[in-house]
C-alpha cells in the first residue's frame, strides 16, 4: 500500500497520475462516505480510467460524515472555525508525523530549512483553539527554529514589533488577514520592523472583518508594512498540505497536490486554465481520509499549474449537485 514517504517523494506527472490513481482506488472501496457519495452519483470506481474523470468530494461531508479510512484509530483531528454558524468539519489524520511531515516538506520546498529563520505568529481566534491544523503546524515551525526568537503574540503588538525590530536575521510572520489589517492599521510605525520580512497573510477574515478582496488587502498591508509582497498560505483543516503564493494572489503547491476547476452550475464540468470556477482539490496526502475535494473556494488555475483563489462562492452561485450531501 502507497505510503507517505511515496507521496512526498513524487517529482513529476507520471509519478503523481500513478499515486492518484491507487489512492483512489482504496479509498473508494474504504472511505465509506466517498465510497456512498460515488455511488450516489452513479460512478462505479473501476469504470474511472484517468485522473481527470475521478470525482471529487464535496467539502461539506467532512461536517457530517466519518471522512477516514485508515486500520488503526486516528492519532488527532483538526477542526474548521465554524464561523458564519455553518458547523464545524472535522479531519480525522492517523499519523500526526505524517502530518508533520507534510507541512515540513512544502513548506522547505518553497521557503528553506525552519531552523535558520525564527517564525513569529499573529493569529488571535486561531490560537486559542487547540484542534487547530495551522497552528499545529506553525507552533512546530516556531519549536524547529534554531535562533530562539519568534513565537505567538495574540494581540501584543508593541512586544511583536519590538523583536521584530531587535531581529537582524530572516524572519517570516504568519497573520490571520483581520490580525494583520488590526496592525496596519493601529497608527504605530511599523516599516522599520517589517520591511525585511516575509509576511504571510492565512486568511481568516469571515466573520471577524468586512470581506474584501485580496487585491485590496494586500495593497493596504504592503503601504503599512513597507513591503513589496504580502506572501499567502492556503490550507484548510480539511486538508494535509499547504499551498503557498509569494506574492500577486498566485498559489503554488507541492508536487503531490493539484487544483483544478469546475463550473460552479455543474460540478462534474472541468474547466480550461484561465476560467474561473469551483476549486476542487488533489491532496494526496491526505492517505487516511479523503484526497478528492470539492471546496467552495472559487478561483482559476494558471497556464503552469499555479492558482488563484478570489474567495467563497455565494450560495447564489452554487446550484445542483454542488450541494449534494448523503
Same mark, same amino acid.
Given at each position: 500500500?502507497?505510503?507517505?514517504?511515496?507521496?512526498?517523494?513524487?517529482?513529476?506527472?507520471?509519478?503523481?497520475? +500513478? #499515486?492518484?490513481? *491507487?489512492?483512489?482506488? $482504496?479509498? !473508494?472501496? &474504504?472511505?465509506?462516505?466517498?465510497?456512498?457519495?460515488?455511488?450516489? =452519483?452513479?460512478?462505479?470506481?473501476?469504470?474511472?480510467?484517468?485522473?481527470?474523470?475521478?470525482?471529487?468530494?464535496?467539502?461539506?461531508?467532512?461536517?457530517?460524515?466519518?471522512?477516514?479510512?485508515?486500520?488503526?484509530?486516528?492519532?488527532?483531528?483538526?477542526?474548521?472555525?465554524?464561523?458564519?454558524?455553518?458547523?464545524?468539519?472535522?479531519?480525522?489524520?492517523?499519523? +500526526? #508525523?505524517?502530518? *508533520?511531515?507534510?507541512? $515540513?516538506? !512544502?513548506? &522547505?520546498?518553497?521557503?528553506?530549512?525552519?531552523?535558520?529563520?525564527? =517564525?513569529?505568529?499573529?493569529?488571535?481566534?486561531?490560537?486559542?483553539?487547540?484542534?487547530?491544523?495551522?497552528?499545529?503546524?506553525?507552533?512546530?515551525?516556531?519549536?524547529?527554529?534554531?535562533?530562539?526568537?519568534?513565537?505567538?503574540?495574540?494581540?501584543?503588538?508593541?512586544?511583536?514589533?519590538?523583536?521584530?525590530?531587535?531581529?537582524?536575521?530572516?524572519?517570516?510572520?504568519?497573520?490571520?488577514?483581520?490580525?494583520?489589517?488590526?496592525? !496596519?492599521?493601529?497608527?504605530?510605525?511599523?516599516?522599520?520592523?517589517?520591511?525585511?520580512?516575509?509576511?504571510?497573510?492565512?486568511?481568516?477574515?469571515?466573520?471577524?472583518?468586512?470581506?474584501?478582496?485580496?487585491?485590496?488587502?494586500?495593497?493596504?498591508?504592503?503601504?503599512?508594512?513597507?513591503?513589496?509582497?504580502?506572501?499567502?498560505?492556503?490550507?484548510?483543516?480539511?486538508?494535509?498540505?499547504?499551498?503557498?503564493?509569494?506574492?500577486?494572489?498566485?498559489?503554488?503547491?507541492?508536487?503531490?497536490?493539484?487544483?483544478?476547476?469546475?463550473?460552479l452550475n455543474d460540478p462534474f464540468a472541468r474547466l480550461p486554465?484561465?476560467?474561473?470556477?469551483?476549486?476542487?482539490?488533489?491532496?494526496?496526502?491526505?492517505?487516511?481520509?479523503?484526497?478528492?475535494?470539492?471546496?467552495?473556494?472559487?478561483?482559476?488555475?494558471?497556464?503552469?499549474?499555479?492558482?488563484?483563489?478570489?474567495?467563497?462562492?455565494?450560495?447564489?452561485?452554487?446550484?445542483?449537485?454542488?450541494?449534494?450531501?448523503?
Amino acid at each position: 500500500m502507497i505510503a507517505i514517504d511515496d507521496i512526498l517523494n513524487i517529482t513529476g506527472g507520471g509519478d503523481f497520475e +500513478a #499515486a492518484a490513481m *491507487e489512492v483512489f482506488y $482504496r479509498q !473508494a472501496r &474504504e472511505c465509506a462516505p466517498y465510497r456512498e457519495y460515488l455511488s450516489s =452519483i452513479g460512478v462505479k470506481a473501476d469504470a474511472i480510467k484517468r485522473v481527470e474523470e475521478i470525482p471529487f468530494l464535496p467539502i461539506e461531508l467532512f461536517k457530517t460524515h466519518y471522512v477516514y479510512c485508515a486500520p488503526t484509530q486516528p492519532e488527532t483531528v483538526f477542526t474548521s472555525s465554524g464561523t458564519g454558524g455553518e458547523g464545524v468539519a472535522r479531519h480525522y489524520i492517523a499519523r +500526526a #508525523a505524517n502530518y *508533520e511531515k507534510t507541512f $515540513r516538506r !512544502a513548506f &522547505e520546498m518553497f521557503y528553506g530549512d525552519p531552523a535558520r529563520m525564527a =517564525i513569529y505568529a499573529l493569529l488571535p481566534g486561531y490560537a486559542e483553539r487547540t484542534e487547530s491544523s495551522l497552528i499545529y503546524m506553525i507552533d512546530s515551525l516556531i519549536r524547529s527554529s534554531g535562533c530562539g526568537r519568534g513565537g505567538f503574540y495574540l494581540r501584543d503588538h508593541e512586544r511583536l514589533l519590538d523583536d521584530l525590530r531587535a531581529d537582524a536575521g530572516p524572519k517570516i510572520l504568519f497573520g490571520v488577514s483581520h490580525a494583520l489589517l488590526d496592525l !496596519a492599521e493601529s497608527g504605530k510605525e511599523l516599516h522599520r520592523a517589517l520591511n525585511d520580512a516575509i509576511v504571510m497573510e492565512t486568511g481568516g477574515m469571515k466573520g471577524r472583518r468586512e470581506e474584501m478582496s485580496k487585491e485590496e488587502l494586500h495593497a493596504i498591508l504592503c503601504h503599512a508594512f513597507g513591503v513589496g509582497e504580502i506572501h499567502s498560505e492556503y490550507g484548510m483543516a480539511e486538508l494535509s498540505s499547504q499551498a503557498y503564493s509569494g506574492g500577486r494572489n498566485i498559489f503554488r503547491t507541492p508536487p503531490w497536490m493539484r487544483v483544478s476547476v469546475r463550473d460552479l452550475n455543474d460540478p462534474f464540468a472541468r474547466l480550461p486554465a484561465g476560467a474561473r470556477g469551483g476549486i476542487n482539490i488533489i491532496d494526496l496526502a491526505n492517505l487516511s481520509s479523503c484526497a478528492f475535494i470539492q471546496t467552495h473556494d472559487v478561483g482559476l488555475v494558471h497556464s503552469d499549474g499555479s492558482f488563484s483563489v478570489f474567495g467563497r462562492a455565494d450560495r447564489s452561485e452554487i446550484r445542483g449537485c454542488n450541494l449534494l450531501v448523503l
